[in-house]
Nanobody, 129 residues
Framework: QVQLVESGGGLVQAGDSLRLSCAAS????????MGWFRQAPGNEREFVSA????????YYADSVKGRFTISRNNAKKTLYLQMNSLKPEDTAVYYC??????????????????????WGQGTQVTVSS
């Protein structure tokens, strides 16, 4: 069982940066595919970014590519999302997610929410214009 707790959200202006963190419980963090999703009011949850294991390859939605960077510190059991050049359309609740222990997720399915078994409670990011 993995518990995930996000932090780092807030209210910023367009062009600003934020770094989200996701602290994980348990001993198996390094053996989970980890991802970030977001959900804006009235919209469905959408994929933002993911990082694989054990190759640590990263994946991004087109809308954030070049602006967001996902990373993980396995020793600290923490996932990060560095968000630069924020836009008002980035406003959403951001969720951290983990696939099952040792699970393999193909690159084509990295953005599919059903591949992830564990979810955090979310952290609000609001970008004003």
């Amino acid at each position: 069982q993995v518990q995930l707790v996000e932090s780092g959200g807030g209210l910023v202006q367009a062009g600003d940066s934020l770094r989200l963190s996701c602290a994980a419980s348990g001993r198996t963090f390094s053996s989970h595919v980890m991802g970030w999703f977001r959900q804006a009011p009235g919209n469905e949850r959408e994929f933002v970014s993911a990082i694989n294991w054990p190759d640590w390859n990263t994946y991004y939605a087109d809308s954030v590519k070049g602006r967001f960077t996902i990373s993980r510190n396995n020793a600290k059991k923490t996932l990060y999302l560095q968000m630069n050049s924020l836009k008002p359309e980035d406003t959403a609740v951001y969720y951290c997610a983990a696939a099952g222990f040792g699970a393999t997720v193909t690159p084509q399915r990295m953005g599919v929410a059903d591949e992830y078994d564990y979810w955090g409670q979310g952290t609000q990011v609001t970008v004003s214009s």
